[in-house]
């Protein structure tokens, strides 16, 4: 992740000096005598520009992630340009600075590049090595060091981008999600109130005609079913609200992924986990939303864990009941001590699957490693003797 403070940024800086081991060549060229005044003077600067222009290069990558820029290359170039003259003008053992250039073209170039800009240094450096007789285990030391460093950093930027696009990814997903819902609601308001709206109108129409003919008796039933109407209408709007504040799985799945990779929590969940679920009734899909919210905001809040991990298990009822249930399992491995006594949080959550005829099972893990939440709610659909689950497996 990039650095969000000074802090962050002194600390990426002190990891990345600990990789400076290798200018202890040119450093002790400069130190030993073998050069005059105006040879260390020019050794100096050239060391400190090099230094300049890879420290640049790096932190402001870590800092920014910036995309290639022009800037990149110059920098790049002038490194290399001057590994080269220290090299041919001072003494060999300033091929050390081809170490630092093949990381930075790593962490620079553009991934399909990268590679090719890496094996390009390391080539460069043993050509250079070879002309100026470099005793054959140093060079093997400094290639490898070049050519091992630069291609991990090629690999880590990779990484990096991938999971830049899997949490941009993530947040498409989530915003969809919410799409689909405002769809919904829309589709069934209209739906809804289309109808209704429709029919009170020509009632209202035909109430105004009685009205003028002075057709009392049947102008206050017209009045009647208006009123029936549009009360239905009120209802029907209210049941539509509440399905939509209603929490989805899907949803509250995407959300879940969100919030624990910005807590650095590891989520251990299948790719398949948001697909509908037959006989999951829609009040019995809400309260296993609202279960795996609470969870997850438990998690992020009070555990402490570095994993997540969630699952959907389809059963039989317990107790010799006849039917099948579903069973979401949120478990991590942090402390648990924040979760010993229940909470106003489990405790509403455990009503809320009341109501759904459902019901809470959480505490410690059995090895005290953990919190584990089980919120388990009926199948509507009945048993098809043909395509009974097997009990315990589980659905990924």
């Known amino acids: 992740m990039p650095p969000e403070n000074r802090r962050q940024m002194f600390i990426k800086l002190c990891w ?18 073998s050069h005059t005044v105006a040879g260390q003077v020019f050794g100096w600067a050239m060391l400190a520009a090099f230094l300049g ?37 001072l003494d060999n053992a300033w091929l050390a600075l081809f170490a630092y250039t093949a990381v930075s073209a790593g962490a620079i170039l553009p991934t399909p590049y990268g590679f ?63 799409s689909d819902e405002r769809l919904r609601l829309a589709r069934d308001l209209h739906d809804l109130l289309g109808h209704s709206l429709s029919l009170i109108t020509l009632k209202t129409e035909l109430t105004a005609r009685f009205m003028d003919q002075e057709r009392y008796e049947e102008a206050r039933a017209q009045v009647g079913d208006i009123e029936k109407v549009s009360r239905q209408a009120l209802v029907d709007v209210r049941e539509a609200i509440g399905g939509y504040r209603r929490p989805k799985l899907a949803v509250e799945l995407a959300a879940a992924r969100t919030a624990l990779s910005a807590a650095d ?22 309260a296993l939303g609202w279960a795996l919210r609470e969870a997850v905001t438990n998690v992020v809040r009070h555990s402490g864990a570095t994993v997540c991990r969630i699952r959907l298990i389809e059963d039989f ?51 005290g490693k953990g919190f584990t939440l089980r919120a388990t709610v ?19």
Do not use: F
């Not at 929590?265 to 809400?286: N, S, T, V």
């Not at 009941?321 to 991590?332: K, M, P």
């Not at 509507?380 to 589980?394: F, H, L, S």
């Open 116 to 178: 090719y800009g890496v094996i390009g240094v390391a080539a460069l450096l043993v050509t250079l090595g070879l002309l100026t007789h470099e005793d054959g285990g140093a060079l093997v030391g400094i290639t490898l060091g070049g050519l091992l460093g630069g291609l991990a950093m090629t690999s880590l930027m990779r990484l990096v981008t991938t999971m830049r696009e899997l949490r941009e990814a993530r947040q498409a997903v989530a915003a969809l999600a919410a």
């Open 265 to 286: 929590i590891q989520i251990d969940a299948p790719l398949d986990l948001a697909d509908p679920r037959p006989g999951l009734g829609l009040e019995q899909e809400g």
């Open 317 to 367: 009822a317990p107790d010799g009941a006849v039917g099948r249930v579903l069973t979401l399992e949120v478990a991590d491995n942090g402390s648990g001590g924040k979760h010993s006594t229940p909470g106003n949080g489990l405790t509403g959550l455990g009503e809320r699957l009341a109501l759904a005829d459902g019901w809470l099972d959480a505490g410690l893990a059995k090895r």
């Open 53 to 89: 222009c890879y420290v640049t290069l790096i932190m402001r990558r870590q800092a920014r992630l910036d995309p290639w820029q022009r800037w990149h290359g110059w920098l790049l170039a002038t490194m290399l340009a001057i590994a080269v003259i220290t090299t041919l003008g």
């Open 378 to 396: 009926p199948l509507r659909r009945p048993i098809d003797a043909d395509q009974e689950p097997v009990a315990g497996t589980v659905q990924e």
């Open 16 to 33: 990345m000096l600990l990789w400076l081991v290798y200018l202890a060549y040119p450093l002790t060229d400069l130190l030993n005598g």
